[in-house]
């Protein structure tokens, strides 16, 4: 609910401090919006697993090429005590796709990082099993069908 | 007794999207599940990003035959949140409609299915029948059974007449009397209890972990629902609350199934009678207006289904169009449901999940020791595991 979102804002800025790189609140989207600093990604997630108290459902991990530079990682997440939708956002740069992986935090990660990372060539560091997961066998190495370059 | 690997798929009868589970099997207990998904991987993203935001509502549509009207609504609403398009009252109403009938043939066709594998084929039928009735009134709205192109950005493609009203006012009331008997039916027959009763248990605290959605999830006792809690289309103005048993088996899994049935009528009617009057579309750019993000979250008929485009000022097509189905969402938590369990307890756990079904496929059996391999037909498999 829209009355929760000053509160989420208050606890992401005191917790994450420099690592939260921008926030919004869009009542056409309904949805929080964060933008995190990919180093505390997991520490992000952890701190609204807290806050909901464990109960969080992770409805899935987009990823997109922005373009030259960037690739950015979207996770959409579902509160379910404050009923809010939060999109933590965050970026990587192209020369470096490494991030930590979040099924430790959120377990229904494990088949969208797999995902994410056959389709863009993000690696998940600390992924129980990074392998193909729709791609057929005999898809070459290191293409990645949803790359823009 | 050694181990053994019993590999359903990638074409199977609880699958009609062909995916492959290997299931390791001691005796009669399934003690670990492999799965291995996209054998049917089109590259609908890809190709989505390929087209123009008017060509990928019909794209969409084809993501799934079964629930259509979900796919094309959840892809328009996307394209207009990136958009910044307001959609008439009316045409949301009539969104809605279309949206609940779609969940309604969906719902019967599942349980027809869930009945047909119990042995209970009477049932089987009565809810075809029924599911007959839902799939004329959505002929009578669309002008088409199956594939109905209704929804459209900023709008939807044709207005409803009073007279359509009243015919369907009329067919859904004497069906919402037949479904009170089926769900009577579903809670006292003995075959329906032995056979979906304590099978496919999965607690809450696992399948919220997993990220179970739809009546996956609300069999299981988490209340997520996106009518209720993100509402959407006329959602807003037809309040929803969820069904949710919490039994945590294939039997709640199916119950939630015939309750939302009726619960759609309630929707359905609602909508007709508090109908607003007005336009049904809106003209819209061709191009995107403004450089933006958009997503859509809805609640299709197999569970939460979320759209993601990315739009740039000026251009027609998207960036990025993501699609999250539910029943990929649902995987991770069927798996866990299958351990433990009987091998005769697969096909029911399976389609207590509704992930679309075939006849025609087979089974393979292969003995891990010695290599051999024999292929039976799941109608053999079905008669030697039927209880």
């Given amino acids: 609910m829209v009355e929760e979102y000053p509160k989420l804002a208050e606890t992401l800025k005191n917790e994450l401090k420099e690592a939260l790189l921008g926030y919004e609140h869009i009542a056409e989207k309904k949805a929080f919006v964060a933008l995190v600093d990919r180093g505390s990604l997991i520490k992000a997630l952890e701190l609204l697993n807290k806050i909901s108290g464990g109960e969080v459902h992770l409805t899935s991990i987009n990823g997109a090429d922005l373009g030259e530079r960037e690739m950015e990682l979207t996770y959409f997440i579902w509160l379910l005590p404050q009923k809010i939708r939060v999109l933590v956002k965050t970026r990587l740069p192209k020369d470096d796709l490494k991030i930590q992986s979040a099924v430790k935090v959120m377990p229904a990660a494990i088949l969208y990082e797999r995902e994410v990372h056959e389709m863009l060539g993000v690696v998940f560091e600390g992924h129980p099993r990074l392998e193909r997961l729709f791609l057929p066998e005999d898809w070459p190495e290191g293409v990645y069908p949803l790359r823009r370059d | ?387």
């Fill in chain 2, 1 to 387: 007794m050694s181990a053994i690997d019993l590999i359903i798929g990638p074409v199977h009868p609880a699958l009609h999207e062909p995916e492959r589970f290997v299931f390791k099997i001691d005796g009669e207990v399934v003690v670990d599940v492999e799965p291995r998904i996209g054998f049917v991987h089109r590259g609908i993203e890809k190709a989505l990003s390929e087209r123009t935001f008017v060509q990928d509502i019909y794209l969409a549509e084809r993501i799934c035959g079964i629930c259509n009207v979900v796919h094309t609504l959840t892809a328009v609403q996307a394209i207009e949140n990136a958009f910044g398009i307001e959609v008439p009252r009316r045409a949301r109403y009539l969104r809605t409609i279309v949206h609940e009938l779609n969940r309604m043939h969906s719902h019967l066709l599942i349980l027809g299915v869930a009945c047909e594998l119990m042995g209970f084929d009477t049932l089987f039928m009565l809810f075809w029948r029924d599911r007959e009735v839902v799939m004329d009134l959505v002929e009578i709205i669309t002008g088409n059974r199956v594939m109905s192109a209704y929804n459209i950005i900023g709008g939807v493609r044709r207005n409803i007449s009073d007279f359509e009203i009243s015919e369907i006012k009329k067919a859904l009331g004497s069906m919402a009397e037949r479904l009170k008997h089926y769900k009577k039916v579903f809670m006292e027959d003995p075959t329906v209890r032995a056979r979906c009763v304590n099978v496919g248990y999965l607690s809450r605290a696992r399948t919220l972990a997993l990220g179970a959605v739809g009546p996956t999830a609300r069999g299981s006792g988490v209340e997520i629902d996106v009518r209720a809690e993100e509402p959407y289309a006329a959602f807003d103005e037809v309040p929803y609350t969820a069904v949710v048993y919490n039994e945590g088996d294939s039997w709640a899994r199916l119950m939630v199934r015939i309750d939302e049935t009726l619960e759609s009528i309630k929707i359905i009617e609602q909508c007709l009678d508090r109908m607003p009057s007005g336009p049904v579309k809106v003209p819209v750019p061709e191009a995107a207006p403004r450089t933006a993000e958009g997503f859509s979250v809805t609640e299709a008929p197999r569970g939460e289904l979320l759209h993601h485009v990315y739009a740039k000022e000026g251009e027609d097509k998207p960036i990025r169009y993501r699609v999250r189905t539910p029943t990929y969402a649902n995987i991770p938590a069927v798996c866990e449901m299958l351990k433990g369990g009987y091998i005769a307890d697969i096909p029911v756990t399976l389609v207590s999940i509704d992930p679309c079904f075939s006849c025609t496929d087979r089974v393979a059996l292969v003995d891990v020791n010695s290599g051999e391999k024999r292929v039976v037909d799941i109608f053999t498999l079905m008669r030697r595991y039927r209880k």
